[in-house]
């Protein structure tokens, strides 16, 4: 792919003398990068995610219904046992605060290791790996595919006999496992995404499923619980002293009984429905992506079956709960290493890039300058990104309305919604990239088939927009340029 | 830590990073880790078709005892449930042992076969486990830049160029 055989090994000969220099003295490259303390991996990390601890603890952004859940869990547990259970103790048996505790130590260390760990987020592709992959995308589909439309993103696998389809993650620029799926609350693809749950505050995946089943369980168990022996309470009061007596006095002397009993009223429904959902799902061995999309349903085909299931409904329930348990791969109180080359594409701007430039500089340089040599073959589309404020939710992107809009104003069938670029943008006025909506996922992700570059905005030979990407380039730096020429890879061969 | 810090730092010295070559997973037995054991081109010149695949391969055995749902690994989940959980803040899983162990490997290999050939294996934990990384080095004094040359655009040849 490089275009010019000669100017390849002269280019490498000079990076490499570069990439050597700077490796052979250690001490420098630490010290340009370090000249503060050693930055741990977690606070540079590309997704949209908080961490706590020094990056002991991992939650989603938004955490404001899991302090909820803490809130609702801790009152009404903390009243029961204030309240219901001195009287239960004395009345029936010391046993029953007994066992509320324990269900409550349960629940409780359940609910903050589904909220706090990593539910098995993937890290997103070093630079290398992406110009690498780039590369074989290519070759699969050849240059020569004619059509404007940008080859499918897709590779197919035969997983027990059943064929399924491996998706490309923009974002992450890597091809995801069989049953990863990205969550774009979180920025992040997840490996046997299940759900991103907001009461926990965080993505529910391969890592973190079995704690969110214990945890619903066992919540369960507590709701049951303290309804039924609050419901106890009230009887043998009203037994001692009258119905209307009983609830009299228990304004005054045993407060928010009713209050307790209400709640655990419509929780006992939710959760229990719940529970019993989720453990239809562990017999089935499928995630809930999989059930609202209906991947294995028999509606589908008569030779659509779920090819991970084990076959029996113990074997895959052992499997979900008891089966081996992968560690984090994002490593986050790992230390930056200066010789590793970071990370491509961070959501979250130019701050992260900026650390990490010594780094990417010194092993991609090569991988740099023939992508970017492609931008500048490319030329066509403008490869622009918009502000990191737009999120990919909101803009669904009707294919062919594009058409009609100006050349130079519209980015079709750009695959990265939520990298940015903002020095680019704010010089060159190009306007957003919109993404496309998958149907029905609540997340976000370009599906390649649904990402066409309609005939109509293949300016062959439309000035401003080859005149608005030269202006790009000459503005942006090589290193920034990276992300959006491996990007524009995907143009090349819809020019 | 950088396991391979020792021959890694010499290779550095003495060579240049030409090229990096990515084996990728094999999915075709579902989620579990297993890795190609396709022999990619851009090591036809440097190293023993055999030696490389007995390398995958054993990493892919390393990768099923660790990821092996029985009896053990459901002792371990069982008791984990009982105690909440807690117990994972004081005991190493067996997956974390298994890793350490291909870490030692990847190490030791890299040492006796790949180093000595001017190759470097990466960990696949540290590409969440998506690739083996093999990074090929080209000897800076020698005629590298000609031999680089031609690898990379071996590599990237047929392509949209």
Known sequence: ?495 | TVPQVHSLQELRRSASLATKVFVQRDYSDGTTCQFQTKFPPELESRIERQLFEETVKTLNGFYAEAEKIGGSSYLEGCLACATAYFIFLCMETHYEKVLKKISKYIQEQNEKIYAPRGLLLTDPLERGMRVIEISIYEDRCSSGSSSSGSSSSSSGGGGAG
């Open chain 1, 1 to 495: 792919m490089t275009p010019g055989g000669g100017s390849g090994p002269m280019k490498d000969c000079e990076y490499s003398q570069i990439s050597t220099h700077s490796s052979s003295s250690p001490m420098e490259s630490p010290h340009k990068k370090k000249k503060s303390a050693p930055k741990r991996k977690w606070e540079v990390f590309p997704g949209r995610n908080k961490f706590f601890c020094n990056g002991r603890i991992m939650m989603a952004r938004q955490t404001g219904v899991f302090y909820l859940t803490l809130v609702l869990i801790l009152v009404t547990s903390g009243l029961f046992f204030a309240f219901d259970c001195p009287y239960l103790s004395e009345k029936i048996t010391p046993a029953i605060p007994a066992i509320g505790g324990i269900l409550f130590f349960f629940v409780m260390g359940t609910l903050l290791r589904t909220s706090f760990s990593d539910p098995g987020v993937l890290p997103r592709a070093t630079p290398d790996e992406a110009a690498d992959l780039e590369r074989q995308i290519d070759i699969a589909n050849g240059s020569s595919s004619g059509g404007y439309r940008p080859p499918p993103r897709t590779k197919e696998v035969i997983i027990n006999g059943q064929t399924v389809k491996l998706k490309y993650c923009f974002t992450c620029k890597i091809f995801r496992p069989p049953r990863a799926s990205h969550c774009s609350l979180c920025d992040n693809c997840v490996e046997r995404f299940d759900h991103h749950c907001p009461w926990v505050g965080n993505c529910v995946g391969k890592r973190n499923y079995r704690f969110f089943y214990m945890f619903i369980l066992s919540l369960s168990f507590l709701t049951v619980f303290i309804f039924a022996f609050v419901i106890t309470h009230v009887i043998l009061r009203s037994q001692q002293t009258g119905f209307l007596n009983a609830l009299k006095d228990s304004p005054a002397r045993y407060p928010f009984t009713e209050t307790n009993s209400v709640v655990c009223f419509f929780s006992v429904w939710s959760i229990v429905g719940l529970s019993g959902f989720h453990t239809y799902l562990i017999s089935s061995n499928q995630t809930t992506n999989e059930d609202i999309k209906g991947s294995w349903s028999n509606k589908r085909g008569k030779e659509n079956y779920n090819p991970y299931s084990y076959g029996n409904i113990f074997t895959n329930c052992c499997a979900a709960l008891c089966g081996p348990l992968s560690p984090s791969l994002i490593d986050r109180r790992g230390f930056i290493q200066p010789d590793t080359p970071q990370l491509a594409g961070p959501s979250n701007g130019i701050t992260m890039y900026g650390a990490t430039q010594s780094q990417s500089n010194m092993c991609d340089q090569d991988q740099c300058i023939q992508s970017t040599k492609f931008v500048l073959q490319a030329a066509a589309t403008p490869l622009l990104q918009s502000e990191p404020s737009i999120t990919s939710e909101e803009l669904p992107l009707p294919g062919k309305t594009t058409i009609s809009g100006p050349c130079a104003s519209l980015t079709l069938g750009q695959p990265t919604p939520p990298s940015s670029m903002p020095n680019l943008t704010s010089d060159t006025g190009l306007t957003d990239m919109i993404p496309l909506k998958e149907e029905h996922e609540g997340h976000q992700f370009l599906t390649p088939e649904e990402a066409p570059s309609p005939p109509g905005m293949l300016p062959s030979g439309s000035p401003i927009t080859h005149s608005h990407t030269m202006h790009v380039l000459s503005l942006a730096s090589q290193d920034s340029l990276h992300e959006d020429s491996v990007r524009g890879l995907v143009k090349l061969s819809s020019v």
